[in-house]
């Protein structure tokens, strides 16, 4: 009966064990009053490091100045919850720049929140300009999907795994247009970036209906072509139209498409450990506490049909 019990919440990323954590949200600091009115709405939390500290720039001796403020709440969510962390500075995809020094200040962050997984996104944000002058593009530039661009990522993700031993997951991305070319598919490049490296994959449900909407194609048939038994985690959010395009705003609300394809998922992923909802704080007034409540109650019925 224990036997049963502990596997059944234990799930088996090559060799390393990852929990079962349930549904999380991702922190933006329109959740403190939340979680304080509703601790138990959620199984963890996920947070984006970047946020708890202001960056000085390469070269600067002392060069992560974190926010005391924002510690505070950190601290007092550890004491409390579960932590992922979803990171937006690896840049996977930069060429000529990998940041082991933001590696580095990782793996301390590591040791002090113990992390059950991390991740990043399949895009790159640092770029050089012609006097090698490091830049951050401020959104997440997606990258061709060629074995080139396999080799540099896989690479990256060995030497993170080789400083920091928990899962690390790799995040499908968002793009606005078709780079000519490419010699592999989104899914392909994923799969065989995870049977490579033994990466994770977080499946963004969201980022498949966005491109799905914006390309014209099958979501439900991109899902199917990736290996699914790498997807450790999901997230699901909502998004708007602007310039003729849907966006991957984290507006509020996850449309019914999403939860839809969240049905389509669920029972294809065995080693799902977590179900993240993100939204964007400048929506908050489109979700407020009952609507926050209301997407975490539907994603846990989701969780509930499959993997409790
Ligand atoms: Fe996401």
Not at 25 to 49: F, G, K, Q, R, V
Not at 184 to 193: A, I, R, T, V
Not at 260 to 276: D, F, Q
């Amino acid at each position: 009966m224990l036997q049963t019990s502990v596997s059944n919440h234990i799930s088996h990323l090559y060799n390393q064990q990852v929990r079962k954590l349930g549904i999380g949200l991702l922190y933006n600091p329109s959740l403190d009053l939340y979680l304080e009115a509703h601790p138990d709405a959620c199984d963890y939390i996920e947070i984006i490091p970047d946020m708890f500290w202001t960056d000085l720039g390469t070269g600067h001796p002392s060069r992560f100045r974190e926010i005391p403020s924002w510690i505070k709440v950190l601290d007092q969510f550890a004491a409390q919850y579960p932590l992922t962390s979803h990171n937006i500075s690896y840049s996977l995809g930069s060429a000529g720049i990998f940041d082991r020094v933001y590696l580095r200040q990782m793996q301390e962050w590591h040791q002090r929140y113990h992390f059950a997984w991390h991740s990043d996104h399949l895009s790159f944000v640092k770029v050089h300009d012609n006097q090698q002058h490091e830049h951050n593009a401020g959104l997440a530039v997606p990258v061709p999907y060629d074995y080139e661009v396999l080799d540099m990522i896989g690479g990256r993700i060995n030497a993170i795994k080789r400083c920091i031993d928990v899962p690390f997951l790799v995040e499908n991305n968002v793009y606005f247009i078709d780079l000519p070319d490419q010699e592999l598919s989104e899914p392909d490049f994923l799969n065989e970036l995870s049977n490579e490296t033994s990466c994770g994959m977080l499946l963004d449900i969201h980022n498949v209906y966005t491109n799905a909407v914006n390309h014209g194609f099958s979501a439900k048939e991109f899902i199917s072509q990736l290996e699914l038994d790498k997807v450790i985690e999901i997230h699901i959010a909502g998004g708007n139209e602007m310039g003729g395009m849907y966006t991957d705003s984290h507006a509020g609300p996850c449309p019914p498409a999403v939860w839809e394809l969240l049905g389509y998922t669920l029972p294809l992923v065995p080693n799902l450990c977590g179900i993240t909802f993100e939204f964007h704080e400048s929506y908050f007034h489109l979700l407020q506490f009952d609507g926050i409540t209301k997407e975490l109650e539907k994603a846990r019925a989701a969780w509930n049909l499959y993997h409790t």
